[in-house]
């Protein structure tokens, strides 16, 4: 059986709570009108608050059930779509954590990741998250990554081992890095045959270009479409009976691992 996923990739301006979710729900919209069978759409990384880490970044921050929680709840059960998007969250203690949340098109199952693998400068602003996070969907099951979460094979590897068969991973990656970018996109879909989708930021903000290149991969690593424009909306059929037959002819990597040497 086939689904169609989306990554929705643009420029989102920086602590402009309302125009970014303003932007989204048209990016959803526009998304369903070309392709009204999309169950997934994903955003990029702090798509609702902007990505910088400079001061007042923390003063956007809210708890996971928050407003900007609460506006996304309406624009996915409304428009019968499942939504990734990032924001800043906040705990009951006052820590801070670069997070995403998944909703599900009824509004109801919903998953919060906090980014586990944050980057120096991130290290200044944020509290690295500590639990992997996979989501039982309609789809499959659904794995959370951000970022530069991509560049460590073990975090995707664990989600797989917990039942994955998509990622998606919201991203904010900067100029000069989009070699980094694809290649490990396509590694981690390749090495848990797996398919990724892995949606980053456009434009400017403070010294960081982001340079767009959102992609969805194939569980053979291949990028089955990726972003050209500064605003794209990119989508992908998800294929379970093509996935299962790479599992068990070439890509039978998951089945032949020897754990009786390595952990």
């Known amino acids: 059986m086939t689904h169609k996923i989306a990554a929705a990739q643009g420029a989102f301006h920086n602590g402009e709570v309302d125009q970014n979710l303003t932007k989204m729900e048209t990016m959803v919209t526009?998304?369903?009108?070309?392709?009204?069978?999309?169950?997934?759409?994903?955003?990029?990384?702090?798509?609702?608050?902007?990505?910088?880490?400079?001061?007042?970044?923390?003063?956007?921050?809210?708890?996971?059930?928050?407003?900007?929680?609460?506006?996304?709840?309406h624009m996915a059960a409304s428009n019968l779509v499942s939504i990734v998007y990032g924001y800043v969250e906040k705990d009951e203690r006052g820590n801070i954590f670069n997070s995403i949340q998944y909703i599900h098109a009824s509004g109801k199952n919903t998953g919060n990741y906090r980014k586990i693998h944050l980057t120096p400068l991130e290290r200044e602003v944020f509290t690295a998250g500590s639990e992997p996070v996979t989501i039982t969907t309609d789809i499959g099951t659904i794995?959370?990554?951000?970022?530069?979460?991509?560049?460590f094979p073990e975090l995707a590897r664990n989600l797989a081992l917990k039942g994955a068969d998509i990622l998606l991973v919201p991203s904010a990656w900067e100029e000069p890095y989009d070699g980094p970018f694809l290649q490990f996109g396509g590694a981690r879909a390749i090495d848990n045959t797996v398919y990724l989708v892995a949606c980053n930021h456009t434009g400017q903000s403070g010294d960081l270009n982001f340079f767009g290149k959102s992609s969805i991969y194939g569980p053979?690593?291949?990028?089955?479409?990726?972003?050209?424009?500064?605003?794209?909306?990119?989508?992908?059929?998800?294929?379970?009976?093509?996935?299962?037959?790479?599992?068990?002819?070439?890509?039978?990597?998951?089945?032949e691992r020897r754990t009786d040497i390595y952990s």
């Open 220 to 255: 053979d690593g291949q990028a089955i479409t990726t972003a050209e424009k500064q605003y794209d909306i990119i989508t992908a059929n998800t294929d379970n009976h093509w996935r299962d037959e790479l599992k068990q002819t070439f890509f039978s990597m998951l089945e």
């Open 143 to 151: 794995g959370l990554m951000i970022c530069w979460d991509l560049a």
């Open 30 to 73: 526009t998304c369903l009108t070309r392709n009204p069978d999309t169950k997934i759409i994903v955003f990029p990384e702090l798509s609702a608050t902007g990505y910088f880490l400079s001061e007042g970044i923390s003063e956007l921050a809210e708890e996971k059930d928050g407003p900007i929680f609460q506006a996304m709840q």
